[in-house]
């Protein structure tokens, strides 16, 4: 059973890699600007939740989101010089709940309100993303969230254990990868293309 599970969550870790891929392309090509600090805070918090769910007794089912957020750090590092490094309110918004989700961990020893402020920290730092794609639908890279979607729910079928430590952070983001992926598919569907303007996608965790 080890030895399937593990198998199933070296795909999701490629499928992570692979989907990630192109975004990484296009910064190289200067076609994509990434927000510095919005990666940053997008690697932090999936270091915590990766963590966590170690904690949970997630096993090789936490492969994916340590894969996930060693790629935002990545890319962290290539908007050091490649991107947009304005840091917004928000930003610092999602920073600072971050730290309150460490801290509720590490020091109030609530684990589990810890992994749920930091996932309701992953979705609102992607609404502005949803808002954007409802009335520019080519701006983003569908086969990216194609892709997330498929990693998200594989890596549920890798835990080891089941607990909301180690279930919340792949199952809230299978179904919000979905979700805007059907929002493309269906905004695309009703909007021509045109020609691309200077966008800076955001891909979700």
Partial sequence: MSDYKSIISIVAVILTIVGYAPYIR???RRKTVPHTFTFFIWGFASLITYALQVLGGAGVGSWVTLAASLIC???FFLGLKYG??????SDVVFFV??????FLWLVVKQPVWSVILIVLVDILGFVPTVRKSWNKPYSETLFLY???VVRHA???FA???????????PIVWTLANLIFSVILVVRRGK???????????IPLI
Avoid: G, M, R, W
Wanted: proline share 7%; with cysteine; aromatic share 8%.
């Fill in 84 to 89: 947009n490094k304005e840091i917004t309110h």
């Fill in 159 to 169: 835990l080891q254990q089941f607990n909301t430590l180690t279930l919340l952070y």
């Fill in 97 to 102: 709940l971050s730290l309150v989700a460490l």
């Fill in 73 to 75: 750090i990545f890319i």
């Fill in 26 to 28: 296009d910064i190289f």
């Fill in 146 to 148: 194609e892709t997330c």
């Fill in 154 to 156: 594989l890596s549920v």
């Fill in 191 to 201: 909007i021509s293309p045109s020609v691309p303007s200077i966008e800076t996608p």
